[in-house]
């Protein structure tokens, strides 16, 4: 079995998400503070909104697609640092 594979076992966080049992979790609420950090707020008829709740209201399915695809850029960034031995931004657990 590849060495890589053996080491995400034991890999408790990545990047400040936990990992469970070699996969990368990200919650709905992590997703929302990530997206309001990375976009701008918009104004809509005056009113300033950020944009990680707003998705997370009004569009649910878009808002899980989105968390999906990050989950899984972060779960191939995690498997592509063990495979080149790379621990930067990897807490292990004890």
């Known amino acids: 079995m590849n060495v890589a594979m053996l080491a995400l076992a034991t890999v408790k966080s990545f990047r400040g998400y936990a990992v469970v049992k070699g ?40 808002f899980q697609a989105i968390k999906n695809e990050f989950q899984e ?9 063990l495979a080149a031995c790379n621990d930067v931004d990897v807490e292990w657990h004890d």
């Not at 850029?73 to 640092?81: H, I, K, P, S, T």
């Open 73 to 81: 850029e972060l779960q191939y960034g995690l498997q592509g640092q």
């Open 23 to 62: 996969v990368v979790q990200v919650s709905n609420s992590e997703l929302v503070k990530h997206l309001d950090d990375t976009y701008a707020e918009v104004t809509i008829c005056g009113l300033n909104v950020k944009p990680g709740g707003a998705l997370l209201q009004l569009a649910p399915i878009q």
